[in-house]
């Protein structure tokens, strides 16, 4: 049997910062993370400038 290939990893590298950012908003549950506007505002809001960046 042949082997399927395997799809190429094609992440994004963010820094520690902005990822703590993110996940600090993504465990409140104050929005959905696909509403980047919100997203974004709670960033601003709660000191998450390099996440906002």
Same mark, same amino acid.
């Given at each position: 049997?042949?082997?399927? #290939?395997? #799809?190429?990893? %094609?992440?994004? @590298? !963010? /820094?520690?910062?902005? *990822?703590?950012? =993110?996940? *600090? !908003? $993504?465990? +409140?549950? *104050? +929005? %959905?993370? =696909? %509403? $980047? #506007? /919100?997203? =974004?505002?709670? &960033? $601003? @809001?709660?000191? *998450?400038? &390099? /996440? &906002?960046?």
């Amino acid at each position: 049997m042949e082997k399927m #290939p395997q #799809p190429e990893q %094609n992440g994004v @590298e !963010i /820094t520690k910062e902005v *990822f703590d950012g =993110l996940e *600090f !908003i $993504r465990q +409140s549950g *104050f +929005s %959905n993370m =696909l %509403n $980047r #506007p /919100t997203v =974004l505002q709670l &960033a $601003r @809001e709660w000191d *998450f400038d &390099a /996440t &906002a960046d």
